[in-house]
T-cell receptor, first 113, second 110 residues
Framework: NAGVTQTPKFQVLKTGQSMTLQCAQDMNHNSMYWYRQDPGMGLRLIYYSASEGTTDKGEVPNGYNVSRLNKREFSLRLESAAPSQTSVYFC????????????FGPGTRLTVL | QKEVEQNSGPLSVPEGAIASLNCTYSDRVSQSFFWYRQYSGKSPELIMSIYSNGDKEDGRFTAQLNKASQYVSLLIRDSQPSDSATYLCAVEEGTYKYIFGTGTRLKVLA
């Protein structure tokens, strides 16, 4: 099992460009998440999908959109990248409900110039 | 916004010693608590989860929870240089909403 996979691993964008970060999991989890991690800020939730067909905003959703394509895949889109979106992005998945461990992907390191 | 506080460190301990990592949280109704380890440049991986007051042991790791005082701690016995990493405390604020601390950097000195 690959667990949670993310593509790309690294990306450099210019201000105003768009891109989509891809995430897939093979653990048959219902719930998936997108976080960003910045120095001194910890992990912050951008969006989550409790189950296939649903998505909800997290703590820092502005400037992002998501799509839960199917049970396995959850993508994050930056429509018009800004330098403030320079960060490391992690996708995670878990069983549905409360109290469940999250499994993280390897991350995407994004730089916006 | 509920908060999870951790001392950023670095916490330096000699090899073989006990490392004690602490975390406080603000949301009294939180029920689920997690410790993740994150090596530099890598993703977080779960070490322990704890849901009830008291201690929970797993190998060299012990998680301690005190809901009345709103703190959770992680003890690492017989610390090894391979334990050098950043340790993230996470609290489940509500269903599907996890609040992470900024992490404590642990350095185990050989």
């Amino acid at each position: 099992n690959a667990g949670v996979t993310q593509t790309p691993k690294f990306q450099v964008l210019k201000t105003g460009q768009s891109m989509t970060l891809q995430c897939a999991q093979d653990m048959n989890h219902n719930s998936m998440y997108w976080y960003r991690q910045d120095p001194g800020m910890g992990l912050r939730l951008i969006y989550y999908s409790a189950s296939e067909g649903t998505t909800d905003k997290g703590e820092v959703p502005n400037g992002y959109n998501v799509s839960r394509l199917n049970k396995r895949e959850f993508s994050l889109r930056l429509e018009s990248a800004a330098p403030s979106q320079t960060s490391v992005y992690f996708c995670a998945s878990s069983e549905a409900g409360t109290g469940n461990e999250q499994f993280f992907g390897p991350g995407t390191r994004l730089t916006v110039l | 916004q509920k908060e999870v506080e951790q001392n950023s460190g670095p916490l330096s301990v000699p090899e073989g010693a006990i490392a004690s990592l602490n975390c406080t949280y603000s949301d009294r109704v939180s029920q689920s608590f997690f410790w993740y380890r994150q090596y530099s440049g890598k993703s977080p991986e779960l070490i322990m989860s704890i849901y009830s007051n008291g201690d929970k042991e797993d190998g060299r790791f012990t998680a301690q929870l005190n809901k009345a005082s709103q703190y959770v701690s992680l003890l690492i016995r017989d610390s090894q240089p391979s334990d050098s990493a950043t340790y993230l405390c996470a609290v489940e604020e509500g269903t599907y909403k996890y609040i992470f601390g900024t992490g404590t950097r642990l350095k185990v000195l050989a």
